[in-house]
């Protein structure tokens, strides 16, 4: 935009609620996002709720009728469920960790100048154009294989012998090739983030004697509160659904080792034909996701209000 | 023909009552300028009269016609903003061809009176030119021809100098008084600052917080302010006020005394009696020196403008004052002086702030 | 000897940024080499650093795995589902920025819910849906899908570009005279063009790496480049060179797009909490 335009003083032009005639008109605008969001998310939300107290089986038409708690009980008492659960709060977890604590530390650095920053600032930002099927398999096949992989031959090279981390570390492999996935978009958004911290903020606090150390606590760590958020937000929808990776690398094993609250419900539905539980399941997701969202929907309302 | 008529003018935002009931008529050619300081109203005012907020109470007509329920295009008023608000996607004929474009007048006709318009307004060398290539000055000049372009009933002015710098403020203060003179077009214009108010305006109208304080010419205003708060509003450097009290009352005058100082000002005291509390308020170009009697004070700082130096003075009670001398004046910081306000100059207020009526017409106020 | 500190300090900055910046390319960088090897090249160990170029694993990509079938299906759902998304959320996100009511913030924030329900929650009647109204492995029923799922994000971010644009600006142009239609088509969306674009182009790169409906509602007809890839999950996999190039193909279209447009996608992507 234009100059001009950053410098008008905001109290100049005073912005009322506008006149109720074109407040319906702006109801009229919105309708056709909101029915259909209304639509996509009460429609199938109903019909899980319905099909969670049924006794329902894709391929086996005997098993029919009112199931009650009975697909709840089921699934609540099955160890894998608990297993399921506690591997989704870790994958979503861990890769929160590692992607905002190293994005921010990856941030700083590369706000510095050196050379050739443009272009690498590309190749670090490009994971996160890869698709979830090529990142699994790119890591599973030529990164971390135990006889083929790039990873082992290193490994061999230093005299030590590979590893199959797939099988042996399942769910902390997936953690890692989860976070290289999204590594990019934390750094992406909290460079941005931090470039548009004022020069003058930094000068002057180097002129109170802030060290870099002090200068990262108390200027830069503050001003990067608000892009956090969104990361955080933007990254926790999209982990809470993780799917392609585990599907295409361990398929949820060994055992139930790397399952999912996301691969269990589809296995149940697709693999064993069990829509109660399936749907079972997929209510307790809703119900986890709306606590989630709960918490990360009250921060990103204070970002509106700025 | 153009008259706007605002007939007690109410905007309540969710229970909060921004305007207070506004009237005011303002008649055809005549250049109104709404002044105030920010958050009094005036820009929410001149909004409503736009179109682009509802009037929560009240009546508009424009031309005598009821204006309330109009859109903004229907009111045949147009609007320069403070930001200019051009479309930075068209270039400067584009920017004042829109209007035309959108009320469907030929081709030929719009370009006809775009080239009347920029000649005006030596814009001819920046059609071609976006926005975002040309000068804050330039833009102004865009955003007025836009506005000149489709020879609107009213002009609307929304503090359209206050993103210039200062000198370019005063040159276009002058190009606009000019382009006034020669369309001659009813002008409403708002703004915070006194000086554009006391050098354009036909009448000024101050507005505080919603209610209009004063309505008159500049001189008026100047010389008969109404009330404290548009004294101290209007004049630069401000008026000195200085708490009082009546010593004697005749019938065409009071005399007051404050500190140091007694005068008798030519006023009706009406029903104030010897004793009472006021406050004395004279300009500083109000005040002479006088070298010659006891010094009534120390000037602490003068500041040489050129053509004046404003000396500011310690009065031997502690306050301070400041007076306008020649700009040859050599009184240095530290030296005594004696002050002696012009009474027929002078202002009481009551404890309201309300002036009491002045008795000395002064020669340059016109009608009031 | 502070400059040569500075120097030195610029030299270790910028040594740790490459090296960071390499390791996390390269997968990538491997995964460009191995599609030029031939099979027994890429599987070799230790693996080959120098080798003779060969297309043969892309030619055996396109001729036999019908690459064209699959990214033909990937271009057609991702620019489908981003047109009409981005038509849906023009009109919202213009309400929302412009015409505020009591309930505007509400309304955002509940989108923005939806969009947060895990897609497993709603799979099993997605699934018996799709199959009922004849949708699995189609076209139509992902196209819908992806409208769907991205639209809360895309009126998010569309939102966020409009409350920058000034509103004495189109205050101007109703002055002007234009109707509301005029004032979104000729004054607003010339000036946010840039977030328009960049909104689509997240919507494209979404749509085209989806990998959770498009794995459980298409097989093979309807099928994008996400579940072309999977299918070398199987021991077909142990093929390096031939997965390598099919995933090359894959996700090179998107990434050059990315790396063009990276400035513009982010701008779009913080959502209005950088200013």
Same mark, same amino acid.
């Given at each position: 935009?234009?100059?001009?335009?950053?410098?008008?003083?905001?109290?100049?032009?005073?912005?009322? $609620?506008?006149? $109720?005639?074109?407040?319906?008109?702006?109801?009229?605008?919105?309708?056709?996002?909101?029915?259909?969001?209304?639509?996509?998310?009460?429609?199938?939300?109903?019909? !899980?709720?319905?099909?969670?107290? $049924?006794?329902?089986?894709?391929?086996?038409?005997?098993?029919?009728?009112?199931?009650?708690?009975?697909?709840?009980?089921?699934?609540?008492?099955?160890?894998?469920?608990?297993?399921?659960?506690?591997?989704?709060?870790?994958?979503?977890?861990?890769?929160?960790?590692?992607?905002?604590?190293?994005?921010?530390?990856?941030?700083?650095?590369?706000?510095?100048?050196?050379?050739?920053?443009?272009?690498?600032?590309?190749?670090?930002?490009?994971? /996160?154009?890869? %698709?979830? !099927?090529?990142?699994?398999?790119?890591w599973k096949n030529l990164m971390l294989h135990p006889i083929y992989g790039v990873y082992s031959a290193m490994m061999r090279a230093v005299g030590l012998t590979p590893?199959?981390?797939?099988?042996?570390?399942?769910?902390? !492999?997936?953690?890692?090739?989860?976070?290289?996935?999204?590594?990019?978009?934390?750094?992406?958004?909290?460079?941005?983030?931090?470039?548009?911290?004022?020069?003058?903020?930094?000068?002057?606090?180097? %002129?109170?004697?802030?060290?870099?150390?002090?200068?990262?606590?108390?200027?830069?760590?503050?001003?990067?509160?608000?892009?956090?958020?969104?990361?955080? %937000?933007?990254? !926790?929808?999209?982990?809470?659904?993780? /799917?392609?990776?585990?599907?295409?690398?361990?398929?949820?094993?060994?055992?139930?080792?790397?399952?999912?609250?996301? /691969?269990?419900?589809?296995?149940?539905?697709?693999?064993? /034909?069990?829509?109660?539980?399936?749907?079972?399941?997929?209510?307790?997701?809703?119900?986890?996701?709306?606590?989630?969202?709960?918490?990360?929907? $009250?921060?990103?309302?204070?970002?509106?209000?700025? | 023909m153009a008259t706007v008529e605002l007939r007690?003018?109410?905007?309540?935002?969710?229970?909060?009552?921004?305007?207070?009931?506004?009237?005011?008529?303002?008649h055809d050619r005549e250049f109104v300028v709404f002044v105030g300081p920010s958050g009094c109203g005036k820009s929410t005012l001149l909004r409503m009269i736009a179109g682009l907020e509802e009037i929560t109470a009240g009546e508009l007509l424009i031309d005598g016609v009821r204006a309330n329920e109009k859109g903004p295009a229907e009111r045949g008023l147009a609007m320069v903003f403070q930001s200019y608000a051009l479309y930075?996607?068209?270039?400067?004929?584009?920017?004042?061809?829109?209007?035309?474009?959108?009320?469907?007048?030929?081709?030929?006709?719009?370009?006809?009176?775009?080239?009347?318009?920029?000649?005006?307004?030596?814009?001819?060398?920046?059609?071609?030119?976006?926005?975002?290539?040309?000068?804050?000055?330039?833009?102004?000049?865009?955003?007025?021809?836009?506005?000149?372009?489709?020879?609107?009933?009213?002009?609307?002015?929304?503090?359209?100098?206050?993103?210039?710098?200062?000198?370019?403020?005063?040159?276009?203060?002058?190009?606009?008084?000019?382009?006034?003179?020669?369309?001659?077009?009813?002008?409403?214009?708002?703004?915070?600052?006194?000086?554009?108010?006391?050098?354009?305006?036909?009448?000024?109208?101050?507005?505080?917080?919603?209610?209009?304080?004063?309505?008159g010419t500049p001189l008026d205003l100047y010389h008969r302010p109404r009330n404290l708060f548009v004294a101290q509003f209007m004049g630069s450097p401000a008026m000195n006020v200085l708490p009082a009290h009546i010593v004697s009352v005749t019938d065409r005058t009071a005399t007051v005394t404050t500190g140091p100082l007694t005068v008798t000002v030519p006023v009706h005291a009406g029903s104030l009696q010897p004793g009472a509390a006021v406050t004395l308020g004279v300009r500083p170009e109000h005040i002479g020196l006088d070298m010659a009697g006891a010094p009534q004070g120390l000037v602490e700082i003068s500041e040489r403008l050129g053509a004046a130096t404003l000396l500011h003075v310690r009065l031997s009670d502690g306050r301070q004052i400041v007076v306008q001398t020649g700009g040859d004046n050599m009184n240095a910081p530290d030296s005594a002086v004696g002050v002696t306000p012009d009474p027929a100059h002078c202002h009481l207020f009551d404890a309201d702030g309300v002036a009491l009526d002045h008795l000395a017409a002064h020669p340059l106020q016109v009608g009031s | 000897m502070t400059r040569k500190r500075a120097r030195l300090r610029r030299i270790a900055i910028g040594g740790a940024a490459w090296a960071v910046a390499l390791w996390v390319f390269f997968p990538i960088l491997w995964m460009v080499l191995t599609g030029f090897k031939t099979e027994p090249d890429a599987i070799s160990t230790p693996p080959h650093l120098i080798f003779h170029p060969t297309l043969s694993s892309y030619r055996e990509v396109f001729a036999r795995e019908t690459y064209w079938h699959f990214a033909l299906n990937s271009v057609a759902i991702s620019v489908l589902a981003s047109i009409a998304a981005i038509l849906l959320s023009i009109p919202a996100a213009y309400a929302m920025a412009f015409l505020p009511g009591r309930r505007t913030r509400g309304t955002l924030l509940w989108m923005l819910s939806t969009r947060m329900l895990p897609p497993v929650g709603v799979l099993v009647p997605i699934y018996l849906l799709a199959r009922g109204m004849g949708l699995l492995d189609s076209r139509t029923g992902l196209v819908v899908i992806y409208t769907l799922t991205n639209l809360p994000i895309m009126v998010w971010m569309l939102y966020t570009f409009f409350r920058e644009v000034p509103i004495p600006i189109l205050e101007a142009g109703r002055m002007d005279g234009a109707t509301r239609w005029q004032e979104i088509t000729q004054v607003l969306l010339p000036l946010a063009l840039p977030g328009i674009a960049s909104t689509g182009l997240l919507?494209?790169?979404?749509?085209?790496?989806?990998?959770?409906?498009?794995?459980?509602?298409?097989?093979?007809?309807?099928?994008?480049?996400?579940?072309?890839?999977?299918?070398?999950?199987?021991?077909e996999g142990l093929f390096f060179a031939k997965l390598s190039a099919a995933s090359t193909l894959a996700v090179a279209p998107i990434l050059v797009f990315g790396w063009l447009s990276q400035k513009q996608l982010v701008r779009g992507l913080t959502f209005g909490a950088v200013k």
């Open positions: 935009m234009d100059q001009a335009a950053g410098r008008i003083p905001v109290a100049a032009a005073p912005v009322g $609620r506008p006149s $109720r005639a074109r407040r319906t008109g702006g109801a009229l605008l919105l309708s056709p996002a909101v029915i259909l969001l209304l639509v996509w998310s009460l429609v199938p939300l109903a019909m !899980t709720l319905w099909y969670s107290v $049924r006794r329902y089986n894709l391929v086996d038409p005997t098993q029919v009728g009112f199931a009650g708690l009975g697909n709840y009980w089921y699934l609540l008492t099955d160890p894998d469920f608990l297993t399921a659960l506690l591997n989704t709060a870790i994958l979503v977890g861990g890769v929160l960790v590692i992607t905002v604590g190293l994005g921010t530390l990856l941030a700083v650095l590369f706000d510095q100048s050196f050379p050739g920053r443009g272009i690498a600032r590309v190749l670090v930002i490009s994971p /996160f154009f890869v %698709m979830p !099927t090529v990142s699994a398999l790119l590893v199959d981390w797939l099988s042996r570390y399942p769910l902390a !492999t997936l953690v890692m090739i989860v976070s290289w996935e999204w590594l990019p978009f934390a750094i992406l958004i909290l460079l941005t983030a931090i470039q548009s911290l004022d020069a003058e903020q930094k000068e002057a606090a180097r %002129m109170d004697g802030a060290g870099p150390l002090a200068q990262f606590r108390y200027i830069i760590l503050p001003h990067l509160s608000r892009a956090i958020t969104v990361v955080i %937000m933007i990254e !926790t929808i999209f982990l809470l659904a993780v /799917f392609a990776e585990i599907s295409v690398t361990t398929a949820g094993g060994p055992g139930v080792a790397s399952t999912n609250l996301a /691969f269990l419900i589809y296995s149940r539905a697709l693999l064993q /034909f069990d829509v109660g539980g399936a749907s079972a399941g997929g209510v307790v997701a809703i119900v986890i996701a709306n606590i989630v969202a709960a918490f990360l929907l $009250r921060a990103v309302a204070r970002n509106l209000e700025a | 007690d003018i109410r905007k309540t935002y969710s229970d909060e009552e921004i305007i207070k009931g506004v009237s005011l008529t303002i930075p996607h068209m270039n400067v004929y584009r920017n004042m061809e829109f209007s035309l474009r959108l009320a469907g007048m030929p081709e030929a006709e719009r370009r006809q009176r775009i080239a009347d318009v920029a000649r005006i307004l030596q814009l001819e060398p920046y059609l071609d030119h976006k926005p975002g290539q040309l000068s804050g000055g330039q833009r102004q000049r865009v955003a007025i021809g836009r506005a000149i372009v489709r020879n609107p009933k009213v002009f609307l002015f929304d503090e359209p100098l206050s993103n210039l710098d200062a000198a370019l403020r005063g040159q276009m203060r002058v190009e606009l008084a000019t382009l006034h003179r020669r369309l001659g077009a009813t002008t409403i214009y708002v703004t915070h600052d006194q000086v554009e108010a006391m050098t354009m305006a036909d009448r000024i109208v101050v507005l505080r917080r919603g209610v209009v304080e004063q309505i | 919507s494209m790169i979404l749509c085209w790496n989806e990998a959770f409906w498009s794995l459980n509602l298409t097989s093979s007809a309807a099928a994008p480049l996400p579940t072309f890839i999977a299918s070398f999950s199987s021991p």
